[in-house]
C-alpha cells in the first residue's frame, strides 16, 4: 500500500484513484433488501437478536459521474470489511431509489470522502459494528458532512426510527444496570451506617 493509499483494499484504491479528481453531477440514495444469511452473521456478531429491526435493509449511495465523454455509474456503501467502491452496470435488488440535490458547484469525488474522513477519521472506512457503524450511519454521514440533505421518505423514517429504537434500548439496557449498580452502593452504605451505630451502641453499655 503506497502512501496516497487510503483504503487497505487495493480494488478500493484503483478505483478511487482512477476517479478522484472527477466531480459528481449526480447522486442517489438507494436501499436494498439484506440477505437472510447475512443477518444471521449479523445477530451473531453484535448479539442483539433483534438486529434485523435495523439492518434488514441495506443502505448505499450511487454517484454519477463523467470521463471522456462516458458516464460512470460508482456505487459506495459500508459492508462488514469497511467502505466499499465499485463501479456497477446495473443496479439489482434495489426497492427505493432517491435523488440527493447537490449544490451548484459540484464537488471532487475525493473532496466528497476527504470531508467524512477528516470529522470521522480514516479508520472508519475499514472498520464496521452492527449497531453504530454500519451501512445506514455511513450514508447518513456523508452525506450530512458533505452538506447535503438526506430525502425524506416514509422508508428512511422508518429506518431512523428503527435505529434510534434499538440505541434506546441499548441506553435503557446500560441505564438499567447503572441503577442496580448505585443502589448496590447505597444499600451498602446505609447497611454499613447501621451496624456501625449497633457497635457504637454496644460499646457504650458495655462500657
Do not use: W
Not at 466531480?23 to 444471521?40: F, Q
Not at 459506495?76 to 449544490?103: A, F, H, P, Q
Request: proline content about 0%.
Amino acid at each position: 500500500m503506497s502512501k496516497e493509499d487510503i483504503f487497505i483494499d487495493k480494488k478500493n484504491n484503483d478505483i478511487f484513484s482512477k476517479y478522484k479528481n472527477i466531480k459528481i453531477k449526480k447522486m442517489y440514495l438507494t436501499i436494498s433488501y439484506i440477505d437472510k444469511n447475512l443477518l444471521k452473521v449479523l445477530e451473531y456478531i453484535c448479539e442483539e437478536r433483534n438486529i434485523n429491526k435495523l439492518v434488514k435493509h441495506h443502505t448505499s449511495l450511487i454517484l454519477i459521474m463523467e470521463k471522456e465523454g462516458k458516464n460512470i455509474i460508482l456505487k459506495i456503501d459500508k459492508l462488514l470489511s469497511g467502505v466499499v467502491l465499485r463501479e456497477v452496470n446495473s443496479l439489482n435488488n434495489i426497492i427505493y431509489l432517491k435523488s440527493i440535490k447537490l449544490s451548484k458547484r459540484k464537488i471532487l469525488f475525493c473532496q466528497f470522502l476527504d470531508n467524512y474522513i477528516k470529522e470521522k477519521g480514516i479508520n472508519y472506512l475499514d472498520s464496521y459494528d452492527s449497531l453504530h457503524d454500519n451501512c445506514f450511519t455511513f450514508v447518513n454521514d456523508i452525506i450530512k458532512l458533505n452538506n447535503l440533505s438526506i430525502p425524506k421518505n416514509n422508508l428512511i423514517q422508518n429506518l431512523y426510527k428503527s435505529y434510534l429504537n434499538i440505541k434506546l434500548d441499548e441506553n435503557k439496557r446500560r441505564f438499567g444496570l447503572s441503577i442496580k449498580t448505585i443502589m448496590r452502593i447505597i444499600n451498602y452504605i446505609f447497611t454499613y451506617k447501621i451496624m456501625r451505630i449497633i457497635f457504637i451502641l454496644i460499646a457504650q453499655f458495655a462500657s
